[in-house]
């Protein structure tokens, strides 16, 4: 029959499948975590902060101001300058340092860089998730790959016990129901054979979306004794609020609301700067010839009233402060919510596969034994099919265990924050400059 060619066109393809290429799981996400995304918008997020720290610091360093004017100027005066035009010009050369500032300029710096950690923290869990997705793609298309040998597997064993079953009736020892029932069992397995390959054909297409490439045309089997667990769920738990990358953000947020409150609380210091002005001017005020002016000044601004604004800004960024605090504490909820479940999945699933394990060899050795004794007339035909299906339901149940639990041992690294580290991917990198060719372009252009 053709399901037969179809089970030695398999097992050829299986066989010119090993000269081919192999990806593992960790080759697959390395080189293609910088691609994806999600990780791309959190990197860049990123390093827009690193920016801003640097923005920030510029206010510890003196600002340098040229100023070039030319123009007409008219003037009129009781001292004797009377309807005077001139063609005024005017250069000057300024110097402002800051000394003082109610220390707003460091609570800047400390608030871009409490933004910073939170945006570093937020493309570590960016990139956890892809890895924990593209790692769930690999599992998953593997899981279908196997599932769907296991529906031919079956497929081929129902031919074999219809050919059994045909033989047999030709020569008369057999009945048009047990034909009829071979062949409802037969359409069955047929039918559970494109449902496989559909699986596989879903599970492919998810790969790529999440992975951004083809699926390769072998996937080496993951092996995760590699990857070691905390001893205990309390462990685990203690991990994932201290090095998780959504506690850490939470943390981050939680002290760039104070350093903000601390920015507020500025304004209401004064402010000393030390001001130098060099000053070159020719025909002015109505008087001919050239001016030179140089000053150094110590300038205390000090503002007396502005309405309260002040005031309510402290008071909102109090509120912001208890905001993040909140999201803080419900973030420690989840994490620890999420960690609990994950190791609650993966110590049942580990144990399920140990007795899925058993009774995989149970019901293969029940189907052998009902075989014999079919072929001697001590067991009917319903009773070999039974057997079949539950070999095949068997095994497909010990599949999903196995893959499940992998799955779920990872989503325990995920909570703890220590996947990327536990499977040895790295951080995608700041390219420095990240300046486009067109931005330089603008930037010349306005002179900066």
Not at 235 to 261: C, F, H, I, N, T
């Amino acid at each position: 029959m053709n399901v037969k060619h179809s089970v030695l066109g398999l097992a050829m393809g299986l066989a010119f499948s090993g000269w081919a290429s192999a990806a593992s799981l960790q080759e697959v996400v390395a080189e293609n975590i910088e691609h994806n995304p999600q990780v791309q918008e959190a990197l860049h997020n990123y390093a827009a902060t690193v920016q801003g720290i640097r923005q920030a610091k510029a206010g510890y360093y003196p600002t340098i101001d040229a100023t070039l004017g030319y123009g007409y100027e008219w003037t009129d005066k009781e001292n004797g300058v009377d309807d005077v035009e001139l063609n005024r010009r005017e250069a000057r050369l300024n110097l402002n340092q800051m000394i003082f500032d109610g220390f707003a300029t460091s609570s800047e710096v400390a608030r871009q860089q409490a933004q910073s950690a939170s945006r570093a923290s937020a493309l570590k869990d960016q990139a956890q998730q892809y890895v924990l997705n593209a790692s769930r793609a690999y599992l998953e298309v593997q899981r279908r790959e196997q599932l769907l040998t296991l529906a031919k597997e079956s497929l081929y064993n129902h031919v074999k016990i219809y050919d059994q079953i045909k033989r047999r009736s030709e020569s008369g020892m057999g009945t048009l129901a047990s034909i009829q029932q071979a062949e409802g069992r037969l359409a069955l397995a047929e039918v559970n054979m494109l449902v496989a390959e559909n699986n596989l054909r879903d599970a492919k297409a998810s790969y790529m979306r999440v992975v951004g490439q083809p699926v390769p045309e072998t996937l080496e089997p993951f092996d995760s004794s590699s990857l070691m667990l905390p001893a205990t769920v309390e462990e685990a738990v203690s991990k994932g609020l201290a090095m998780q990358p959504v506690a850490v953000l939470a943390q981050a947020d939680v002290e760039e609301a104070m350093a903000q409150r601390d920015a507020a609380k500025s304004r209401m210091s004064p402010r000393l700067d030390l001001e130098v002005e060099r000053r070159w001017d020719e025909d002015i005020d109505g008087v001919e010839g050239q001016d030179e002016d140089l000053t150094a000044m110590l300038r205390l601004r000090y503002n007396i009233y502005n309405g309260g604004g002040d005031q309510a800004r402290i008071r909102q960024t109090e509120y912001q402060i208890g905001e993040a605090q909140a999201i803080q504490r419900d973030a420690q909820r989840q994490i620890r919510e999420s960690v609990e479940l994950s190791w609650n999945a993966y110590d049942t699933l580990k144990r399920q596969s140990e007795y899925l394990e058993r009774h995989v060899i149970s019901s293969e050795d029940t189907r052998n034994s009902y075989q014999k004794q079919f072929d001697i007339g001590q067991r009917s035909l319903l009773d070999l099919l039974d057997t079949e299906n539950e070999v095949f339901s068997a095994k497909n149940q010990l599949a999903d265990a196995r893959v499940d639990t992998e799955i779920a041992k990872l989503r325990i690294l995920t909570g703890t924050g220590e996947l990327l580290e536990a499977m040895e991917i790295p951080l995608p990198e700041i390219d420095e400059p990240m300046i486009t060719e067109e931005s330089q372009m603008e930037m010349a252009d306005s002179g900066q």
